[in-house]
């Protein structure tokens, strides 16, 4: 099981410190999208990289329609890949979607995590009472059917919303990625992701967390930052990055990179 996974995955290990971290992309990017900060850790961590299972890296044979439809089964394969590894303990970075992967591996197994770190994090997409995610349901449908009616003209129009600053390589870069993807396989964890919620369990994680949310992002208001710390169970920071975008680590890596180092210091 473990080295089927591994090669499936696309698991890597770089760099030569003792300390090991863990880089987990988010929906839409596959583990290329680590290649801006990557070389800030190499030199003092082992640094694991994979890809999720729905990446367009990935054989799309590999995903299972009936498996992958919480996200109980990605932290299946997370923790998977530690065993495989013999990881005992480990930093962990979850941009967006792999930050919930990250909350749940926690609390399923909290001694394997020192610290968890989280960008463009949300338990919530959908607006509900006394909580504001940033979407309402029709909002969100609009995008399902957006993708499922002309993925092409989807990804054209999201890429540069998502990455918000004015980055045109990190524009190109996203929207590579997103068209690796299988369209039925984006549109399908689209709405596992835009239907999951998580809020009820952040309190079971006792693990220490920094929150990194950037000054505006379109996917994330900076009111849910402030939600998962008052709402995790252990100690918890926030802090800002002054630029705009989902994916601070593609389109501004040299102001994130001092975040990160920061943050696995303390």
Known sequence: MGNTLLEALNVRVEGSGQKILVLAHGFGTDQSVWKGI?????PYYR??????????????????FRRYTTL???????????????VDRCAYVGHSVSAMIG????IRRPELFTKLIFLGASPRFLNDKDYHGGFERGEIEKVLYAMEANYEAWVNGFAPLAVGADVPD??????RTLFNMRPDISLFVS???????????????KVPCCIIQTSKDMSVPTSVATYLKDHLGGRNTVEMLETEGHLPHLSAPALLAPKLRRALSR
């Not at 109980?72 to 013999?86: P, S």
């Not at 990190?170 to 929207?175: C, D, L, P, Q, W």
């Not at 709405?191 to 994680?205: C, K, P, Q, T």
């Open 191 to 205: 709405r596992s992701i835009f239907n999951s919620d998580l809020r009820g369990v952040l309190g079971l994680v």
């Open 72 to 86: 109980d089964a990605y932290v299946d394969d997370l923790l998977n890949i530690l065993d495989a590894l013999r």
């Open 170 to 175: 990190a524009v190109r870069e996203f929207s």
């Open 103 to 106: 909350i749940l591996a926690s």
């Open 47 to 64: 640094v694991i990289l994979y890809d999720l299972v729905c990446a367009g890296s990935v054989n799309p044979d590999c995903f299972d």
């Open 38 to 42: 990557l070389p800030s850790f190499t």
